[in-house]
């Protein structure tokens, strides 16, 4: 049992690492080319939950939440305004995008390469941000379900 919990710790840590390296990638190009980005921070959100929570859906058994009841019910609990919190994030990054454009981050690009990275942003910006609220959606019943066969799997 404890080398069991110590190989989920371990696999834990090393999903950590490789989403930290994920979203370095992904980010790397807008850190490099703009000066004052003020999406960072929702955006890395995005790149975050979006891969933790895919591996959550998917991997679950795998992870340290497997037999957490407890974890699981808190959190469905902070499922809902998580979900809005991701919602109203990615609003106000298609707003500013609407109004007021990219491009004004980037008065010393070329035009061509001002079109690229608008492009660039534009595209993983919104993939993550759809992609973390649907995975973010379908989280909490992925829990219950899984508090469900937990609950039952010993009455037989």
Not at 22 to 40: E, K, Q
Not at 52 to 75: N, P, Q, S
Request: glycine share 2%; hydrophobic share 55%.
């Amino acid at each position: 049992m404890e080398s069991t919990i110590k190989k989920q710790i371990t696999l834990e840590l090393l999903w950590w690492l490789v989403t930290a390296i994920v979203a370095a990638a992904i980010l790397f190009p807008i850190i490099t080319s703009l000066d004052n980005y003020p999406f960072f921070t929702s955006n890395l959100v995005f790149i975050i939950v979006f891969i933790t929570l895919t591996r959550y859906v998917f991997l679950l058994r795998h992870t340290i939440l497997a037999k957490a009841e407890l974890v699981k019910v808190g959190i469905v609990l902070i499922s809902v305004p998580i979900i809005f919190l991701l919602i109203e994030a990615l609003s106000n990054f298609q707003n500013y995008l609407d109004e007021e454009g990219l491009d004004k981050f980037m008065p010393l690009m070329s035009l061509d390469k001002q079109q690229d990275m608008v492009n660039y942003i534009k595209s993983e910006m919104i993939f993550f941000g759809v992609g973390a609220i649907i995975v973010a959606i379908l989280f909490p019943f992925r829990m219950v379900i899984s508090i469900w066969k937990n609950r039952n799997s010993n009455k037989t």
